[in-house]
Structure formats: C-alpha cells, structure tokens
T-cell receptor
Framework: GENVEQHPSTLSVQEGDSAVIKCTYS??????FPWYKQELGKRPQLIID?????GEKKDQRIAVTLNKTAKHFSLHITETQPEDSAVYFCAALGGADGLTFGKGTHLIIQP | GAVVSQHPSRVICKSGTSVKIECRSLDFQATTMFWYRQFPKKSLMLMATSNEGSKATYEQGVEKDKFLINHASLTLSTLTVTSAHPEDSSFYICSARGGTSGRSREYFGPGTRLTVT
C-alpha cells in the first residue's frame, strides 16, 4: 500500500517569512494529493490539492508543487501570518485505496 | 511517532450484513477518535466524534442507528455498519487524538475499504 512521509513534524517561522512542508509517497500510481489545515480545536479542512497531471498549483499565498519522478510534493506558504498557525496534513490518493495521510506538521508563526 | 491502525484494511460483505471496523491507537491513549468517510476523489466527510466512555456525537445527516460507534477503551474505537447496502461502499478513515485539550496532536489511520455487494 501507499506510504506517506511528512517533514518536518514542527516548523517555526517568523511572521512574514515563507514556510515549506514536504511529503514523499511510495505508490507511483497515486494521482491526487490534497493538503489539509487543522486549526486548534477544529477538524481538518481541505485547503489546496494537486493532481498528477500538473506540476504546480497556486492559490494566493499558498502553492503546492509535485515531482512525480521523485515522488514528492510540497506545500509552500508565503508571507506567513499568525492565522497560518495550524497543523497541516498532506495525503496521497492512488489505486483502489483511499487517502493515506502524513503524520502532520505543526506550523508555528512567531510574531 | 504515534501510530493509529485500522482493521481490516479491506472488507467485502453482502448486502444486509453488518461489518465492524476497528481503530486502535498503538502507542498513546486516545481520548477522542473521529470517524470519516471518504467519497471517490473527494474530501473527507466527518461522520462522528467518539469520546472514550461516552456516546458518540454524530454529524448532521449521519444515521446513528446505521453507523454504530463504540469507544470502549482509550485505545480502541469501533465503527459498525449495520445492514450494509451497496451505497455504503466507501473508504472509512479514523483519526485519534490523545489528551483532552485541542492542542493534542491528531493522527490518521490507514483507512478501511468497504465494498458491499
């Protein structure tokens, strides 16, 4: 089955700086990669996703990149703000199975 | 790191039968577990929140008599799909959170693929 590794587990950045979270996957058949943001006390919410037919996708300050050859994908947040503080999960979807999640990254935005 | 397991990973059952899915936290005590349903190519749908020793809280539209949830211990929650129908075929994912504060980390299980024939 699929195996998703996510790094780092905790990331602290200064407000205004960029943050990058990286994930790798093992199943080359995986073709859909969503990212979820979980704010304190709330359920994870889908914030952006990318499919295997594109290499990059942007939505305002958030971007995702996908390298199918290397089987890794990343979340980039620019000009970070306090409200970006949360736990972020990457996931991969492939074959007949459902989503496989990474273990999450706790992003801390320092004022 | 913390690991959450689910069993079985895949199950095929006949229409009208019941199926039980287990979610276990392997190296921490999970005071709260969540059950999600994932539809093809779509995001997760939260079905219910399970707190150890108390009744589960179901999301609107989820039939509590059809999807029975039991959180009998701090490491185990079960989801039983009763009188399963083909439309119940889906991927079910649990997640587990240790501690009582919202600051506790949450970990997802690997999911269970249910196919009802």
């Amino acid at each position: 089955g699929e195996n998703v590794e996510q790094h780092p587990s905790t990331l602290s950045v200064q407000e205004g700086d960029s943050a990058v979270i990286k994930c790798t996957y093992s199943d080359s058949a995986s073709n859909y990669f969503p990212w979820y943001k979980q704010e304190l006390g709330k359920r994870p919410q889908l914030i952006i996703d990318i499919r295997s037919n594109v290499g990059e996708k942007k939505d305002q300050r958030i971007a995702v990149t996908l390298n199918k050859t290397a089987k890794h994908f990343s979340l980039h947040i620019t000009e970070t703000q306090p409200e970006d503080s949360a736990v972020y999960f990457c996931a991969a979807l492939g074959g007949a199975d459902g989503l496989t999640f990474g273990k999450g990254t706790h992003l801390i935005i320092q004022p | 790191g913390a690991v959450v397991s689910q069993h079985p990973s895949r199950v095929i059952c006949k229409s009208g039968t019941s199926v039980k899915i287990e979610c276990r936290s392997l190296d921490f005590q999970a005071t709260t577990m969540f059950w999600y349903r994932q539809f093809p190519k779509k995001s997760l749908m939260l079905m219910a929140t399970s707190n150890e020793g108390s009744k589960a809280t179901y999301e609107q539209g989820v039939e509590k008599d059809k999807f029975l949830i039991n959180h009998a211990s701090l490491t185990l929650s079960t989801l039983t799909v009763t009188s399963a129908h083909p439309e119940d075929s889906s991927f079910y994912i649990c997640s587990a959170r240790g501690g009582t504060s919202g600051r506790s980390r949450e970990y997802f299980g690997p999911g269970t693929r249910l196919t009802v024939t």
